[in-house]
């Protein structure tokens, strides 16, 4: 089991961004699926993470701001990331929880200037 993420990329304070991450191949069943965020020298963080397709929870820092998603099929994963700010700059990966196993994606640079 794989997982490919896309969506990073540069933009402006205020900006929005929407972050995907699909689960290819045959797999167990889905128990959680996240986005997690890492800044050079500091520890990776948990973003934003919707469990069994249901209830979801985030980081106070981006409250308000990012909202995560599942598609019906519930192979993939979306961060929409609105107004964000500088602070949000870091690589960001998706994480899935399965049955037996954990699975974490390629990271994906967000990087958030002028």
């Known amino acids: 089991v794989q997982l490919q993420a896309s969506g990073g990329g540069l933009v402006q304070p205020g900006g929005s961004l929407r972050l995907s991450c699909a689960v290819l191949?045959?797999?167990?069943?889905?128990?959680?699926m996240g986005w997690y965020r890492q800044v050079p020298g500091e520890q990776r963080e948990m973003v934003a993470i919707?469990?069994?397709?249901?209830?979801?929870d985030c980081t106070e820092a981006v409250k308000g701001r990012f909202t995560i998603t599942v598609d019906g099929a519930g192979n993939t994963v979306y961060l929409q990331m609105n107004n964000l700010k500088s602070e949000d700059t870091a690589v960001y990966y998706c994480f899935v929880k399965f049955s037996r196993t954990d699975v974490w994606g390629q990271g994906t640079l967000v990087t958030v200037s002028s």
């Open positions: 191949g045959v797999h167990p069943r889905v128990n959680l």
């Open positions: 919707n469990i069994n397709g249901g209830a979801t």
